[in-house]
């Protein structure tokens, strides 16, 4: 499909089947976090791939909705502040550098009949004990993996016109 189509098609899953992710396309996936843009091309992130089978009950204390383990796979993306580059006010790029990793990643399993959804409200506590966090890695967002279950529902944006501006604010 074209991009544009992607675009409007992708949405976020709330409900997998059990079936499993084909290698080659949790590698393309993980391939097109890899080709994101990162500021100074730093790639200062991790990829951490979870299968869930068996792991649901430790998996369910990062998020608890039953949907996040009912897929095959659940992917974390991870900063790595450190090799972040930093801009000259101070200000690191890595949560920016991460999210376009994870959205790469995102629109790239749209692109082959899987869904994910973009998950921010994990518990980061819970996130570093079940994945062996050093400390200077940082959870950033999750998502699960897999063949969704549902239908997309209607998707409300706002208009262009109440995100756009020309010139000055």
Request: charge should be neutral; hydrophobic fraction near 40%.
């Amino acid at each position: 499909m074209d991009y544009s189509e992607l675009i409007e098609k992708r949405y976020s899953v709330r409900a997998y089947k059990p079936d499993p992710v084909e290698d080659n396309k949790l590698q393309q996936v993980l391939q097109a976090a890899r080709l994101a843009p990162t500021a100074a091309n730093r790639q200062p992130f991790q990829i951490i791939v979870i299968h869930t089978a068996g792991r649901e009950a430790e998996l369910k204390r990062i998020y608890g909705r039953d949907w996040f383990v009912q897929p095959p796979l659940v992917i974390c993306a991870c900063g790595t502040p450190n090799q972040g580059w930093v801009r000259s006010d101070g200000k690191n790029y890595n949560d920016v550098d991460v999210a376009l990793a994870m959205d790469h990643l995102v629109l790239a399993a749209a692109n082959l009949g899987l869904g994910t959804c973009w998950i921010a409200a994990f518990d980061p506590t819970a996130a570093r004990e079940v994945l062996h966090l050093p400390d200077d890695v940082e959870p950033i967002a999750f998502t699960p993996l897999g063949y969704p279950a549902d239908q997309p529902k209607a998707k409300k944006r706002k208009a262009l016109s109440e995100l756009v501006r020309y010139e000055r604010w």
